[in-house]
């Protein structure tokens, strides 16, 4: 109980003497907690949209089987699906289409692609909520598709997608396999890619090994590597921001060093009627790492706060549009809170440890000193 007595002193004095110049380390606490916001709000909003888009992607195809034509992705054959039905532990094969298209009128990019069991009749589609903001259409509007051939396909609006599913909806347009073929002009027979299904997760590697057997010119791609692509992109992405937030955090070591280095004639003489009035080195020591802490707490909670309010109540206004993508379509969602306590942990030692040491080391300096030469300094 002792201890805690004596550092409940210390934190008061501590306070005390921060409230007497307050103005000085009112700054320092806004710039500190300036350069946590600016930092938490890129890790939280990278980790939440990892963590948003495996969610979404856990059920994603297994295996998706693409053919490869002088490296790039080609048409590949529906009779194909027969022979992958034949290796062991294939559950089901499927062909699948789907594509990008340019609107050259909005200057936005849509996915287009023909839903499993045709849903939609010939001349309707569905669209989601990015494309009706982009193209201000609503349900009962027709929208004009111009044909490989250079001609116009109007379409009518069925269905808008709700709000819910925007991370993976917002650019998608569902529409029936003659429309789509007759856009795209894409023949009978032939489709985008596979997809297969497999019995047992654990034999996905077995699987793919045997369809790169079976079709030599055929790129397997698996959940998994998907979901390491989609892993590669946000930190890659969520780097480059950091990089430049960089230059933000040497600033503000270099302004705390400044500021807790830069003693004043005032903060010495203070420090030296506390070594003439008996205090010990290791007190004035101590008296200055509460003071560091009490603002590291203060800025530490209230950056970490409002990077919590900025990423999760507005979408990260400030960084979505680099995290999420260079599109015209960027969705509009409500990233679920996900919050990883070793971010949380690198933060601080990037932050609140330099100034902590920044505060100590000068004060160690100026008790050292004789308090005289200090006073009469």
């Avoid at 297994?62 to 194909?80: C, F, H, N, S, W």
């Avoid at 990037?350 to 300094?377: E, F, K, Q, S």
Wanted: charged content about 20%.
């Amino acid at each position: 109980m002792a201890w805690i007595d004596r550092q409940q002193n210390f934190i008061g004095l501590a306070l005390n003497f921060l409230y007497r110049r307050k103005g000085k380390h009112a700054a320092l606490v806004l710039v500190y907690t300036l350069v946590v916001f600016l930092l938490t709000s890129v890790l939280f909003l990278t980790y939440a949209i990892r963590k948003e888009a495996s969610a979404v992607l856990k059920d994603a195809p297994e295996i998706i089987v693409q053919k490869l034509v002088a490296g790039r992705q080609d048409l590949i054959p529906e009779e194909t699906a027969q022979k992958l039905r034949s290796i062991a532990g294939v559950a089901s094969v499927r062909g699948r289409l789907w594509g990008y298209y340019y609107d050259s009128v909005f200057r936005a990019n849509y996915t287009l692609m023909v839903p499993e069991g045709s849903k939609y009749a010939k001349g309707s589609i569905a669209i989601g909520s990015g494309v009706s903001r982009t193209s201000v259409a609503s349900e009962g509007n027709m929208m004009p598709f111009r044909t490989y051939d250079g001609q116009t396909e109007m379409l009518t609006v069925q269905e808008i997608f709700s709000s819910d599913s925007e991370l993976v909806s917002s650019d998608l347009i569902l529409l029936s396999e003659p429309d789509f073929r007759r856009i795209f002009g894409i023949q009978e027979g032939l489709v985008t890619d596979l997809v297969v299904s497999v019995r047992n997760p654990r034999e996905v590697a077995t699987v793919a090994s045997k369809i790169v057997k079976i079709l030599p010119g055929a790129r397997p791609v698996t959940r998994s590597e998907i979901l390491r692509t989609y892993d590669a992109v946000f930190n890659w992405r969520a780097g480059i921001v950091l990089l430049i937030l960089a230059g933000c955090v040497v600033a503000f070591m270099i302004f705390s060093w400044d500021k807790a280095s830069g003693l004043s004639a005032e903060e010495r003489k203070e420090i030296g009627i506390l070594k003439a009035t008996g205090w010990e080195t290791s007190d004035v020591i101590l008296l200055k790492f509460w003071e560091g802490m009490i603002i590291s707490a203060l800025s530490f909670s209230g950056g970490v706060l409002f990077a919590y309010l900025h990423v999760f109540f507005t979408s990260a206004a400030l960084f979505s549009p680099v995290l999420k993508g260079w599109s015209v379509l960027y969705p509009e969602f409500r990233l679920v809170p996900f919050i990883d306590a070793y971010q949380i942990a690198a933060i601080f030692c990037l932050t609140v440890v330099p100034y902590t040491a920044a505060t100590v080391i000068p004060a160690w300096r100026a008790a050292n000193t004789d308090p005289d030469a200090v006073m009469r300094a």
